[in-house]
């Protein structure tokens, strides 16, 4: 009698498709361990693919909604920054309004706000539009404007540094710094023309004049106001005075003269503007200033446009001195250090 090998057909071999489970024999424990955790299907079978997709999707989702979440937030941000600075306008145009309704006040004497705006689409006397003539003659008051006050950011920062740094010098220049501001700007300005001529030399000297003294009063209060505990600091270090002035004593000034850049901006717009009053200028806001206040009575929307525009442009000359002096601040405090004690 022949013994047959006990062996096990296997399901595809009794006619069972490849996809049907293998049940364990009866009485076998269930396996444990990491090999009873369910595998991922296959590379290439459905499910791997419908798990592929899902993961990709939810990625493409979320990709999606980043950029766009971004957007939402960056356009709420500017529409925010827009309203707050339309909002003061609104309310300055219904203040005028609302004056003009109360004191009945005629349209020669003071215009609409919507005639007035309507005034820069008109055309002058020449055949040029009054929006482009604005926009050039601002042009030529902020390049003066500008040049006086590198011009008095300059001086008065070396004026500033010397007060501080030299006692007896800040006591005996001090007096003077204040006698020129004290000095009306309106009745030096035709003595200031008639000596440097009527190019923007003078404009830009007169600027120059008027914003310095902001600047050379911060830079001295930045050095002066520094703790003698930190100039002890630097001595124990053995520091010499130039490394004290470029470690301590300049970053202390440029700060203070940050805030006071604000100031002396707008102070070299006027003293640009009241460069240009005097006969003889043919360029700058305050020639179309002039020329409008003798047609007042015929067309009084053509003084208030100069105006607005004038002060638009101061308003644009401080914001951009800003940015440009905080940005050469800032490359100036990168090539400062502290001292190693290798003195």
């Known amino acids: 009698m022949s013994r047959t090998p006990a062996v096990t057909a296997s399901p595809t071999a009794r006619g069972a498709s490849p996809s049907a489970p293998v049940l364990p024999p009866a009485g076998t424990p269930p396996p444990t361990g990491p090999s009873s955790t369910k595998s991922p299907p296959p590379a290439g079978s459905p499910g791997a693919e419908a798990g592929t997709g899902a993961v990709a999707g939810t990625g493409a989702v979320a990709a999606t909604a980043g950029p766009r979440s971004h957007l939402r937030a960056t356009l709420i941000t500017v529409g925010y920054r827009t309203i707050l600075a339309v909002a003061p306008i609104i309310v300055l145009a219904a203040l005028w309004e609302l004056l003009k309704a109360l004191t009945s006040t005629e349209d020669a004497r003071l215009p609409h706000t919507w005639q007035v705006l309507s005034y820069f689409a008109s055309e002058g006397s020449t055949g040029e539009g009054e929006l482009r003539l ?4 601002l042009g030529t008051t902020i390049q003066e404007a500008f040049v006086g006050l590198a011009i008095g950011i300059a001086a008065g920062g070396g004026l500033g540094i010397l007060t501080a740094r030299y006692a007896t010098f800040g006591r005996s220049i001090r007096p003077l710094l204040v006698l020129t501001q004290t000095l009306p700007v309106v009745a030096i300005a035709p003595a200031l023309i ?9 404009k830009a000297v007169l600027a120059a004049l ?16 520094i703790p003698a505990e930190a100039r002890r600091v630097f001595a124990s270090f053995g520091a010499g005075r130039w490394q004290v002035f470029r470690s301590l004593e300049l970053p202390s000034a440029l700060t203070q003269a940050n805030a006071a850049v604000h100031t002396a901006a707008a102070l070299a717009v006027v003293g640009a503007v009241v460069a240009e009053l005097p006969a003889g200028s043919t360029e700058g806001m305050a020639v179309l200033v002039l020329s409008s206040a003798q047609f ?13 525009t004038t002060a638009i442009g101061g308003l644009v000359t401080v914001y951009l001195a800003q940015a440009i002096f905080t940005r050469l601040a800032k490359l100036a405090l990168r090539t400062s250090s502290l001292p190693t004690g290798d003195h």
């Open 296 to 308: 007042y009575n015929f067309e009084p929307a053509a003084l208030w446009c100069a105006a607005i």
């Open 134 to 137: 604005l926009l050039t003659n």
């Open 210 to 225: 008027c914003s310095f003294f902001p600047i050379a009063v911060s830079v001295a209060r930045g050095i002066e106001d």
């Open 194 to 202: 008639i000596w440097l001529g009527h190019s923007w030399v003078s």
